[in-house]
Antibody, heavy 124, light 107 residues
Framework: EVQLVESGGGLVQPGGSLTLSCAAS????????MDWVRQAPGKGLEWVGR??????????EYAAAVKGRFTVSRDESRNSLYLQMNSLKTEDTAVYYC???????????????WGQGTRVTVSS | DIQLTQSPSFLSASVGDRVTISCRAS??????LAWYHQKPGKAPKLLIY???TLESGVPSRFSGSGSGTEFTLTISSLQPEDFATYYC?????????FGGGTKVEIK
């Protein structure tokens, strides 16, 4: 059974840092791109960033709103995905989901499994 | 960036109704579009990918169509468990983007 379990959320002051983790199980982690998606309170879904799979050398992509402040990484030995968040702003307040990108022949995968989310609140 | 415009943003319907949700892309995305639904307090769930392919385990009352810039999600007979918010997502190019959502509520 595929499982994604996020952790590390909490309250942080503006300008602070936080690292989120996502523990993956039930599938071959290195085969999949992995993504972070967030949802501000009462708002829609916003893609944050991606790390590609081993075959694509774990390269990354980011949304403009977080580029230069957030870093997506992964540890294959721990089957874990991370989101290092620096210089946090109040507008980064959201539930953060990790999501598994499906293996599709198109090379343009959607998200077939999601974690339950972890809440990040940026406030003084 | 590719913008996705969903309509309507809110929909009131009854159990058994046929429901259609539209998603328009600001530029052509071939068939690189997915549909999700999300219930309050829960993670989104994939329904359709490749614009029209039903994800494994998703009931056949859900269907998707379209290509290029115009896409549609149809629920042939709305069930109580289908009351949720529906999102389209384009996976054609970065940044990946989602539509603003369509909330389906009980009439």
């Amino acid at each position: 059974e595929v499982q994604l379990v996020e952790s590390g959320g909490g309250l942080v002051q503006p300008g602070g840092s936080l690292t989120l983790s996502c523990a993956a199980s039930g599938f071959t982690f290195s085969d999949h791109y992995m993504d972070w998606v967030r949802q501000a309170p009462g708002k829609g879904l916003e893609w944050v960033g991606r790390t590609r799979n081993k075959a694509k050398s774990y390269t990354t992509e980011y949304a403009a709103a977080v580029k230069g402040r957030f870093t997506v990484s992964r540890d294959e030995s721990r089957n874990s995905l991370y989101l290092q968040m620096n210089s946090l702003k109040t507008e980064d307040t959201a539930v953060y989901y990790c999501a598994r990108a499906a293996v599709r022949g198109s090379g343009r995968p959607d998200f077939d499994y999601w974690g339950q989310g972890t809440r990040v609140t940026v406030s003084s | 960036d590719i913008q996705l415009t969903q309509s309507p943003s809110f929909l009131s319907a009854s159990v058994g109704d046929r429901v259609t949700i539209s998603c328009r892309a600001s530029q052509g995305i071939s068939n690189y579009l997915a549909w999700y639904h999300q219930k309050p307090g829960k993670a989104p769930k994939l329904l359709i990918y490749g614009a029209s392919t039903l994800e494994s385990g998703v009931p056949s009352r859900f269907s998707g169509s379209g290509s290029g810039t115009e896409f549609t999600l149809t629920i042939s007979s709305l069930q109580p468990e289908d009351f949720a918010t529906y999102y389209c997502q384009q996976v054609d190019s970065y940044p990946l983007t989602f539509g603003g959502g369509t909330k389906v509520e009980i009439k």
